[in-house]
């Protein structure tokens, strides 16, 4: 059970890489599963009940920033944090494409 967290990041995209066979759409889930770590850490630290926000904080990781860092150390650290960031930019150019192409 200590694992959970990497295991079920890494089925997903494992599973849009071989349904969708497109890079975006893996660019795609990551951005989904940062805003949903963050949205679930936003509800955890602003509800009102102490056992709630314990079990959501329990069982949620913070961001994926934070599976990095509980995952590796170092130098492995600083990299994989590096292509996250990347795949971040990446995926906020698709957005931002998309928007002005939706709005012509």
Known sequence: MEYLDIIIIAGLIILVVVIFRNFRNVLYLLGIIE?????????????????????????????????????????????LSWILAFLFLLWLFYLIRYFFKKGR
Do not use: C, H
């Open 35 to 79: 805003v949903f770590l963050r949205l679930i850490r936003f509800i955890a630290n602003n509800i009102g009940t102490n056992d709630i926000s314990r079990f959501l904080i329990k069982t949620f990781p913070s961001s994926m920033f934070s599976i990095i860092d509980n995952y590796s150390s170092g130098i492995l650290n600083t990299i």
